[in-house]
């Protein structure tokens, strides 16, 4: 298994571009979030879906966009790029457990550095 | 207003010796809370966790203990090596839901 892959690494953007943050897991995984890690911020979540048809806002929802039309697909779609949106962005999948006790481990993509000038 | 509170934003330990990382939390719905450790241009990986009905968590060399009354949690690693260098998160989570990280703490592993 591939695992949760995240592409590109690096991107960097003009101010008003837009481009779209590509993720993907092979792990069938319900669960599937965005992060930015800023420093001194930690990890904030930006948008994230439980299911196929279904997204939800996070902490920082403002200037993304997210659609989840499969379940191993997870793209994030910066409209128009802003500097404030430089960041390593991160992309995370985990199972929906029913059990009691349970919680969702995330398993985590290798990021995105974005760099918007 | 900040859910996950990590005061240490870095901390240094001499290798061999006992790391410990706090974590506070304000919200007493919370029913997991987990450590996740990071290494630099990767992804965070999950490190333990523990559920609010225990009060401490075992896993080979890491420990995390609970003091539900203090909203306090803490990571005890026991004996550091050099490889624990690391960005550590911790973060809380509700059943089924989002998942609440911390800002992080940076550990040395000082030789």
């Known amino acids: 298994n591939a695992g949760v892959t995240q592409t590109p690494k690096f991107q960097v953007l003009k101010t008003g571009q837009s481009m779209t943050l590509q993720c993907a897991q092979d792990m069938n995984h319900e669960y599937m979030s965005w992060y930015r890690q800023d420093p001194g911020m930690g990890l904030r979540l930006i948008h994230y879906?439980?299911?196929?048809?279904?997204?939800d806002q996070g902490e920082v929802p403002n200037g993304y966009n997210v659609s989840r039309s499969t379940t191993e697909d997870f793209p994030l779609r910066l409209l128009s790029a802003a500097p404030s949106q430089t960041s390593v962005y991160f992309c995370?999948?985990?199972?929906?457990?029913?059990?009691?006790?349970?919680?969702?481990?995330?398993?985590f993509g290798p990021g995105t550095r974005l760099t918007v000038l | 207003d900040q859910q996950v509170k990590q005061n240490s934003p870095s901390l240094s330990v001499q290798e061999g010796r006992i790391s410990i990382l706090n974590c506070d939390y304000t919200n007493s719905m919370f029913d997991y809370f987990l450590w996740y450790k990071k290494y630099p241009a990767e992804g965070p990986t999950f490190l333990i966790s523990?559920?609010?009905?225990?009060d401490k968590n075992e896993d080979g060399r890491f420990t995390v203990f609970l003091n539900k009354s203090a909203k306090h949690l803490s990571l005890h690693i026991v004996p550091s090596q050099p490889g624990d260098s690391a960005v550590y998160f911790c973060a809380a989570q509700k059943r089924g839901g989002k998942i609440i990280f911390g800002k992080g703490t940076r550990l040395h592993i000082l030789p």
């Open positions: 523990i559920s609010s009905i225990k």
């Open positions: 879906s439980v299911g196929a048809g279904i997204t």
């Open positions: 995370a999948s985990s199972t929906r457990s029913a059990r009691l006790g349970s919680y969702n481990e995330q398993f």
